[in-house]
């Protein structure tokens, strides 16, 4: 079980490998087709997982990562725990511009009782992300 590390591959011409992380797959399934659903003029693949580190038998067979995207469900705590954990795994180098956050379940009903608070996901973010460009985005699943 190694690291994630952005340039361990070669890029491939036109085309671009994103990395979805979370503990939500219908959630991360229903982002995965939407993104296939837009127009582009190039080759986008999608690879889904519920935490870090992949398994390095398959190291191989992977394509260059491009992107990951941690997906963290506000109602879940074990969302956050999970994206906590799987930060490790994470070369600190893509963090420059090839890492996001998804919160998710930030929608219009402010009735729920949210088991993760907004400052517990910005200080998991801020905390492994400090001196780089960071990008979070809040969504209502939705819109997915």
């Not at 801020?126 to 699943?141: N, P, Q």
């Amino acid at each position: 079980m190694a690291v994630v590390r952005p340039f361990d591959k070669l890029p491939a011409l036109n085309s671009a490998a994103v990395l979805l992380v979370g503990s939500d797959e219908s959630l991360q399934q229903k982002l995965a087709e939407a993104i296939l659903k837009e127009k582009k003029n190039f080759k986008i693949s999608i690879h889904l997982a519920t935490s870090l580190p992949l398994p390095s038998e398959r190291d191989h067979l992977r394509p260059r990562i491009d992107l990951i995207a941690f997906m963290i469900d506000i109602k879940s705590k074990y969302s956050l725990k999970n994206v906590e954990a799987s930060l490790a795994h994470v070369d600190a180098s893509f963090f420059l511009g090839k890492v996001c956050f998804l919160v998710t379940g930030v929608g219009r009903d402010t009735s729920c009782h949210c088991s993760a608070t907004s400052p517990d996901v910005a200080d998991l973010c801020w905390s492994h992300t400090r001196g780089f460009c960071l990008v979070i985005w809040l969504v209502d699943e939705e819109l997915c």
